[in-house]
């Protein structure tokens, strides 16, 4: 059974921190580009950001500069470290894993989510 387990939301106050951890199980992501998407209540699920296997890493333009994703290939974990958060990041975070780098919502694997609240 393959999972991936977000942890590590929470509410905070704008301009506040936090960091996100996901960890898989049940097989190893070789090769895969790993990815975190976002939902907000009445929206769709956007994306924000993706790792791939060689490194090189894409970010949404609305976290470009305050986020950071990176990626433990030998501990199976992906991490989104969130700095200088605001209200409009508000939403359920997810962690997601596919074959190749895409922006759209359509990976192989995907985590329950993780709610990101933040107070103005």
């Known amino acids: 059974q393959v999972q991936l387990v977000e942890s590590g939301g929470g509410l905070v106050q704008a301009g506040d921190s936090l960091s996100l951890s996901c960890a898989a199980s049940g097989r190893t992501f070789t090769g895969y580009t790993m990815g975190w998407f976002r939902q907000a209540p009445g929206k769709e699920r956007e994306f924000v950001t993706a790792?791939?296997?060689?490194?090189?890493?894409v970010y949404a333009d609305s976290v470009k500069g305050r986020f950071t994703i990176s990626r433990d290939n030998a501990k199976n974990t992906v991490l989104l470290q969130m700095n200088s958060l605001k209200p409009e990041d508000t939403a359920v975070y997810y962690c997601?894993?596919?074959?190749?780098?895409?922006?759209?919502?359509?990976?192989?694997?995907w985590g329950q989510g993780t709610q990101v609240t933040v107070s103005s």
């Open positions: 997601a894993a596919h074959r190749y780098y895409t922006r759209a919502p359509l990976y192989d694997y």
């Open positions: 790792i791939m296997w060689s490194g090189t890493t």
